[in-house]
């Protein structure tokens, strides 16, 4: 990310607003004060950091995007009920084999964000971790590994999530 370029306008007030709204949801209160303070260091907060905030891109609230974002809530939420599953099913049923590996995939994303994104989820279903991340290379600590072809483990472990990421931070 080249952080020597200067930030827009839209983007230093998308992320005011979005750290505002953080700000608000946190204190949860209507007291002018806490509105006013939220503001104040929601600013600041703003300036600082506006160059490295990767995800406040004024195209990213698009009605479109805004509905891939809800899809991929949806995504994530039922894989990760089904990896839940299947790791208590193995820990409830000891006779069942795992196969415990690192495998190996590459991405298409090209956003540092969207990949941050990628590898998160992928460590928060049950049964997978993101153990490391190299360019466009991730190294995944899987608890059955089927297959160590990097194709077919980008198609089981990243697809579902990949492909509405390339939706809404591009291809």
């Known amino acids: 990310m080249n952080t020597s370029r200067k930030p827009s306008v839209s983007r230093y ?3 005011f607003l979005i750290i505002w709204l953080l700000w608000y949801g946190f204190t949860t209160s209507l007291q ?6 939220g503001a104040v260091v929601a600013a600041l907060i703003s300036f600082v950091t506006v160059r490295y905030f990767e995800c406040c891109d004024p ?3 698009a009605p479109k995007h805004i509905v891939w974002f809800v899809a991929y809530f949806f995504v994530f939420l039922l894989a990760l009920v089904k990896a839940n599953f299947d790791v208590a099913r193995r ?11 690192v495998v190996k995939f590459k991405t298409r994303l090209k956003n540092r964000f969207a990949r941050m994104v990628l590898a998160n989820s992928i460590t928060l279903t ?3 971790l993101t153990v490391d991340v190299v360019d466009d290379t991730y190294y995944i ?3 059955d590994v089927k297959t160590t072809e990097p194709d077919a483990v980008y198609r089981e472990v990243a697809w579902p999530f ?7 931070y591009g291809e």
Do not use: C, D, M
């Open 141 to 143: 600590h899987w608890i």
């Open 91 to 101: 820990v409830l049923s000891p006779q069942l084999p795992i196969n415990p590996g």
């Open 162 to 168: 990949e492909r509405i990421l390339l939706k809404i």
């Open 59 to 61: 195209i990213l609230f």
């Open 13 to 15: 007030l998308y992320t």
């Open 126 to 128: 049950p049964g997978t």
């Open 32 to 37: 002018p004060a806490e509105w006013i303070t």
